[in-house]
């Protein structure tokens, strides 16, 4: 009765290992967040001092009016005049809409932590046919209509990004004004057009340099809208509520067109409603693929977008494989106790102080990979800290088991363990397919290899006292 109560004290003292490095394992989780925290906290230092996201919507026409007529009110002597009036804004997106742009790649730094920016070259190309839209119909007979110069108005979501901006209206240079004098989108640029309704077509050419941080978009909010965008930055993420039509991404940047058409979207009807103009923050999670996506908020203007994005961040990385530590102990607490039982004629008995270094070391090596990340690239960090684990555990894994040999055949399994972990790291679209064929190999590879235990013989064995062989 004192051996088998001294074998399930052993199980229960594993098992309490395995608890305490749960708690472990939670709490370097914990610092994880932490650190992404500060990444954030970086991100709206440089959004405050800088600019934010970005988005840009126009150019378009628009003119403020009045309508004035007279009523009667009143009875007898009390009758008399009255001035009603009725304030209206007409406004008229242009036909056709070329967008020729560049953004340049820039990187910020607070402290440890990168934000990526950009500084984009904007060539707008606007075309209205007619300018008939503009001419104001009196909806009282006999009324007054007066009304505003047509101004033109490109509204930018933060303007502290905008570093240039000259128009061009029929070839002909015209000043350029901050704000939009539209009360629903009052950040950005105007210009008064010095035409009549019936002066014939207009054509708008404004290039404008604008720099931001994270995200880039348009609003297509023209009867045809193109957009044509090229950038040195290697890892673009398209979103929005439409993606481009032609995409190129290399090593060297990417290049891609998007085309819109009233037809499908109600951007430009939106705009004369005064629909929101959102902008899809770098927030939350800045550095993965739905980063700050409004693309399915329905009060929203559509929007075409791209956000630059590091594919590998060391955080979110860094986060999930802390996720699958606990199960990484689990495999590893696996290997050792069957070596313990297949060689138990020539492998020393491990105790569970053992078992809870070898999991605290394997714990430790994911705050060692968060502490190298932030220098290293991720692939070096997470090679300096898998082989600086590997080789430390597999030392003592030759005394634990008794045995240089054994303890490289246990170096060598925690090397081939840390390489499924990496795969799955970086291999977001496949890691689940990846990661139970090889949890299945794991089982598959204990049932075959434990098929002839006798396990009830084997109880009363590793129960009994044996002779240890140094």
């Not at 650190?35 to 003119?63: C, D, F, K, N, Y």
């Amino acid at each position: 009765m004192q051996v088998k109560n001294s074998l399930w004290s052993k199980v229960l003292a594993i098992g309490a290992v395995v608890g305490l490095l749960t708690l472990v394992l939670a709490r370097i989780g914990f610092l994880v967040d932490e650190r992404r925290g500060r990444q954030q906290e970086a991100i709206q230092s440089v959004q405050q001092s800088q600019a934010g996201a970005q988005s840009v919507m126009g150019p378009w026409l628009h003119r403020a009016c009045v309508e004035e007529w007279e009523v009667e009110v009143g009875e007898g002597k009390e009758r008399r005049l009255q001035t009603e009036r009725r304030e209206f804004r007409l406004q008229q997106a242009a036909q056709d809409l070329k967008v020729q742009s560049f953004a340049t790649a820039e990187s910020r730094y607070r402290g440890l932590f990168k934000v990526n920016g950009f500084l984009g070259r904007l060539d707008l190309d606007a075309q209205w046919p007619s300018l008939a839209a503009l001419e104001p119909k009196a909806e009282v007979r006999g009324s007054r209509l007066t009304c505003g110069p047509i101004t033109l108005t490109l509204a930018v979501a933060d303007t502290r990004g905008v570093q240039r901006a000259e128009l061009k209206l029929n070839g002909q240079a015209y000043p350029v004004s901050a704000g939009t004098e539209h009360p629903k989108y009052a950040r950005g640029l105007h210009a008064p057009v010095a035409l009549a309704t019936n002066a014939g077509p207009l054509q708008a050419q404004l290039s404008l340099d604008l720099r931001g941080t994270g995200r880039l978009e348009f609003v297509p909010a023209a009867a045809q809208t193109e957009w044509d965008l090229k950038s040195d930055w290697p890892h673009p993420s398209f979103g929005g509520r439409f993606l481009p039509v032609q995409r190129d991404v290399s090593e060297e940047g990417f290049h891609a067109v998007w085309r819109v058409s009233e037809l499908a979207s109600s951007a430009a009807r939106d705009v004369a409603q005064g629909t929101a103009m959102c902008v899809g923050e770098v927030g939350g999670n800045p550095y993965t693929e739905d980063a700050g996506s409004v693309r399915d908020n329905p009060n929203c203007l559509d929007s075409l977008a791209v956000s630059f994005i590091d594919p590998i961040n060391p955080y979110v990385l860094a986060d999930r494989a802390v996720k699958y530590g606990l199960l990484f102990v689990a495999l590893t607490f696996v290997a050792v106790a069957l070596t313990e039982v297949l060689g138990r004629a020539r492998v020393r008995r491990v105790h569970p102080v053992q078992y809870a270094l070898v999991g605290l070391a394997l714990s430790l090596f994911f705050m060692l990979l968060l502490a190298l990340s932030e220098h290293l690239l991720f692939e070096i960090a997470y090679a300096a800290a898998s082989v600086a684990c590997a080789g430390v555990l597999a030392v003592y894994g030759a005394h634990m088991l008794g045995g240089w040999r054994a303890g490289a055949a246990f170096g060598a399994a925690l090397g081939g363990l840390y390489g499924l972990m990496y795969v799955l790291l970086t291999r977001e679209q496949t890691a689940l397919v990846v990661g139970t064929i090889g949890l299945f190999a794991a089982v598959a590879a204990v049932m075959l290899l434990t098929r002839k235990l006798d396990w009830y013989r084997l109880f009363d064995d590793l129960s009994a006292p044996r002779v240890r062989t140094e």
